[in-house]
């Protein structure tokens, strides 16, 4: 990829410095909505913003987006949780 873009770049005159492709990894960030939809059925570690029920962190299997409300299944029970109280959203890598 990277030397395709190099030959690219040169024969359309682009100045560049540095070229880097990288990847989201393994643990991927869920930022919009569309990422809880795209990934429903993996496993997911959400923080927070503030406690709700006496903790910040939660962590299970993705449902999806119901009612414009991000579900997990957590330990057995469903949670349903705001987008805005979601500080963090990763994927649980799958090794």
């Not at 393994?26 to 959400?46: I, N, S, Y």
């Not at 962590?59 to 949780?81: P, S, T």
């Given at each position: 990829?990277?030397?395709?873009?190099?030959?690219?770049?040169?024969?359309?005159?682009?100045?560049?410095?540095?070229?880097?492709?990288?990847?989201?990894?393994?643990?991927?960030?869920?930022?919009?909505?569309?990422?809880?939809?795209?990934?429903?059925?993996?496993?997911?570690?959400?923080?927070?913003?503030?406690?709700?029920?006496?903790?910040?962190?939660?962590?299970?299997?993705?449902?999806?987006?119901?009612?414009?409300?991000?579900?997990v299944?957590?330990?057995?029970?469903r949670?349903?949780?705001?987008?805005?109280?979601?500080?963090?959203?990763?994927?649980?890598?799958?090794?």
């Amino acid at each position: 990829m990277s030397n395709h873009l190099t030959r690219a770049f040169a024969v359309e005159g682009i100045d560049y410095e540095r070229l880097e492709v990288s990847s989201p990894g393994l643990d991927r960030p869920l930022k919009t909505l569309g990422d809880f939809e795209r990934f429903a059925g993996r496993d997911v570690t959400l923080k927070l913003k503030l406690p709700r029920d006496g903790r910040r962190r939660f962590e299970g299997k993705l449902v999806g987006v119901e009612g414009g409300r991000i579900a997990v299944d957590v330990e057995g029970q469903r949670q349903h949780l705001e987008f805005a109280e979601i500080d963090r959203a990763r994927l649980v890598p799958d090794v």
